[in-house]
């Protein structure tokens, strides 16, 4: 599923190896044409409000303008 292109990209992140495991395998899912449409319909359906942080906590994120 790693679709670079499309953006769509498998972020393993786990503390156990069961969990590491399923992480892999999940990586190998392929989606066809039809189904990365839906999903990029749902996904620019949504409307983002706000920053991921709060202000202190986004003074330790990297941006375009920190550079």
């Given at each position: ?5 499309n ?25 066809s ?22 202000e ?12």
């Amino acid at each position: 599923m790693n679709l670079v292109g499309n953006e769509f990209v498998t972020i393993p992140g786990t503390r156990k190896m069961k969990y590491l495991e399923e992480n892999f395998e999940a990586g190998k899912i392929h989606l066809s044409p039809e189904e990365v449409s839906e999903i990029r319909k749902i996904i620019d359906s949504i409307e983002i409000v706000g920053d991921r942080y709060n202000e202190h906590g986004m003074k330790f994120c990297q941006t375009k303008n920190s550079f």
